[in-house]
């Protein structure tokens, strides 16, 4: 009997970070003590007030479709959150609600490029980018900035990497998986490279501007000469900690955002009513618990790379958002314990799970291959646990 499975999903990689948490998962089905520090997921449950909005809304009775770009009072609040919050100014018919950022950006690129385009990727880069860019049939170009550049792109590397080819750039700040995050100059020195290119767009992916330590976040749609050409994507999944809740939005140039709602309208129509009600009001809501998770998270950011700079031969920046790591662990690339060699990141992060019982993801699929992910969204005393493990079994490798 034949198996027939279309080109696309073929050339398609699997999703490393879902890979690696499943392979913890199916370990820890054995018996196995296993500390998985793989998914890009708070250890939060949602907080109270916006839980019982959605239970509010059930009883009012929003379990029906909804516009496909989202409900008016939730785009309503998006307009006004993106004014207060970011210094944008949107219409309603510029904002797209769909189910997770996931689904945002996915629009955009299918909304947006053919094949023969190129996309611009500052890596590290969220696994999913390029998969969802080589879909398109468009090109996935890395810029890669190591741990000395704080793995953040210079313009004079955008520069270098722009063609007549180019369509599009997407990055995120913070940054998943480095956590790093962009200064207000930092984003206007690289406007101004973007542009003079007027067929270039940039889609700005912010989904975690409340995990932000600096202070204050930038976004690049402010700046005038690109405005624009800014696609800006957010969502409720790590700020709120609504991650099953599925809800994303946009922020778009108009002919866009009614680009993307007729390809969402033929692909899963709009995202569900009752959550969308409740993001409603968690944008206008009182902000509290979201900072008080912030706040959580820069403790343990700062436990966390103490923690790591014991381990001989990790090298560690000090990401100022998000709530990853991504050390460089290169200097373990060829060293060994018996037959086993480590090769690479993912040799060396499939050792740490079988032989340390810790989930972590390889640099490889986030495009930088010394590197890799630990998400420190998990307790302080299993992220002090999780470190001695790794530091113990990196000890074997000689």
């Known amino acids: 009997m034949s198996q027939p499975i279309s080109k696309l999903v073929s050339r398609m990689n699997e999703s490393a970070t879902i890979k690696m948490a499943q392979l913890a998962r199916d370990l820890s089905s054995q018996g196995v003590n296993v500390i998985s520090l793989t998914l890009g ?6 907080p109270d007030h916006i839980k019982e909005a959605a239970k509010q809304a059930l009883d009012d009775g929003y379990t029906k479709y909804t516009p496909v770009p989202g409900l008016v009072e939730l785009r309503e609040a998006i307009v006004r959150k993106f004014k ?8 309603m018919n510029q904002i797209v609600v769909s189910n997770g ?35 398109t049939g468009a090109m996935p170009v890395p810029v890669l900035a190591g741990v000395e550049q704080d793995f953040k792109v210079t313009p004079e590397q955008v520069r270098e990497a722009i063609t007549e080819r180019t369509k599009m750039i997407i990055f995120s700040s913070p940054c998943n998986p480095s956590g790093s995050v962009y200064s207000q100059q930092e984003l206007e020195e690289i406007a101004a490279v973007v542009a003079p290119h007027e067929q270039v767009y940039i889609v700005s992916d912010e989904i975690y501007e409340y995990i932000n330590f600096t202070g204050k976040h930038a976004s690049i749609g402010t700046v005038e000469s690109v405005r624009e050409r800014v696609v800006t994507v957010n ?20 002919f866009i955002a009614a680009a993307c709602s007729k390809l969402q309208g033929q692909f899963t129509s709009g995202a569900n009513a009752f959550g969308q009600k409740a993001a409603a009001y968690a944008l206008d809501a009182d902000l509290a618990p979201t900072y008080k998770m912030r706040d959580e998270f820069l403790k343990r950011r700062d436990l966390i790379i103490s923690l790591l700079k014991e381990i001989p031969g990790f090298k ?37 799970l079988t032989v340390g019982h810790v ?20 307790s302080e005393e299993d992220l002090r646990t999780a470190v001695e493990r790794i530091k113990n079994a990196v000890a074997e490798l000689k």
């Open 101 to 135: 950022a996931k689904q945002s950006i996915a629009n955009v690129c299918l909304s947006m490029l053919d094949e023969g385009d190129e996309v611009i990727l500052f890596a590290p880069y969220w696994v999913s980018y390029e998969e969802i860019v080589k879909m």
């Open 41 to 46: 997921e708070p250890d939060f449950d949602t």
């Open 359 to 378: 989930g972590t993801v390889g640099g490889d699929a986030f495009g930088e291959p010394n590197c890799m992910r630990i998400s420190y969204a998990a």
């Open 84 to 91: 207060r919050d970011n210094g944008l100014d949107f219409a």
């Open 316 to 352: 560690v920046n000090v990401p100022e958002g998000a709530f990853y790591m991504f050390p460089d662990i290169s200097y373990y690339f060829g060293k060994s314990v018996g037959d086993r060699i480590i090769n690479d990141s993912t040799d060396f992060c499939e050792y740490l």
């Open 235 to 254: 969502g409720f999944a790590k700020g709120f900690a609504m991650t099953g809740w599925r809800l994303g939005y946009m922020g778009a140039p108009k």
